[in-house]
């Protein structure tokens, strides 16, 4: 008598696979980006360990870059000078810019990822979701409401700032909503933590489409 959990010769049969079996190239970017109002110098590597270098000269984004690197388990070396002698408003967007632009260079054609992530991080009281698609649609729906103006030095306004830059150069649909929250620092560290999580879902390697690209059209 055959019981309920074993299964049919056809399925024992089938054949296993598995990423650790897959050859699939590193996937590593690095791009420079010089105006005349900053110099940015981003490299990373996706399936890397959750290193990170960060001297742009805004230490809060500094922090933040941290998270995406550690919590993304993407290797990060970023470095900017900028005119922080104006405000951090340049700089901010040319870092956002420039990790954009080397996302997109890294994943390539898109071929075998998941294409789409999601985490939802708390911290402390802050609770935030991250959706997004590697889609080749840039949009931003950004639903953070941060009730001071500044985190240290840092002016919460160019959270928004960043987000958009990323999103614009790697080409991807990103949505962010604060479902709890109400220290400043809370809500942007979780913000960062979720998107990072978020990353690394998207950009997993997907065993059973490894060599396709994750869309419909054959194309993103």
Not at 51 to 78: E, R, W, Y
Not at 139 to 144: I, K
Not at 173 to 191: D, M, V
């Amino acid at each position: 008598m055959q019981t309920r959990a074993s299964r049919s010769d056809s399925q024992q049969n089938r054949p296993v696979s598995s990423v650790a079996n897959l050859e699939f190239p590193v996937r590593t970017a690095s791009v420079c980006r010089t105006t005349g109002e900053t110099d940015v110098q981003v490299s990373l590597t996706i399936d890397g360990q959750g290193d990170c270098k960060a001297n742009t000269g805004i230490p809060f984004l500094d922090h933040m870059l941290h998270q995406i690197a550690s919590h993304g388990l993407i290797d990060l070396d970023v470095r900017a000078k900028g005119d922080l002698e104006i405000d951090d408003h340049h700089t901010n967007e040319d870092v956002g810019i420039t990790l954009g632009m080397a996302l997109h260079q890294a994943l390539g054609d898109r071929k075998g990822i998941v294409r789409f992530g999601h985490f939802l991080a708390p911290l402390d009281e802050a609770l935030v979701q991250v959706c997004l698609d590697f889609s080749g649609r840039p949009h931003l729906s950004y639903g953070l409401e941060i009730p001071t103006q500044r985190v240290g030095t840092y002016d919460t306004q160019l959270v928004r700032e960043f987000f958009a830059a990323v999103v614009n150069h790697s080409q991807m649909t990103l949505h962010i909503r604060q479902l709890e929250g109400i220290n400043s620092h809370h809500i942007i560290e979780a913000a960062f933590k979720a998107f990072a999580r978020a990353i690394r879902m998207a950009t997993e390697v997907d065993p059973r489409r490894a060599h396709m690209i994750p869309s419909s059209k054959g194309v993103i």
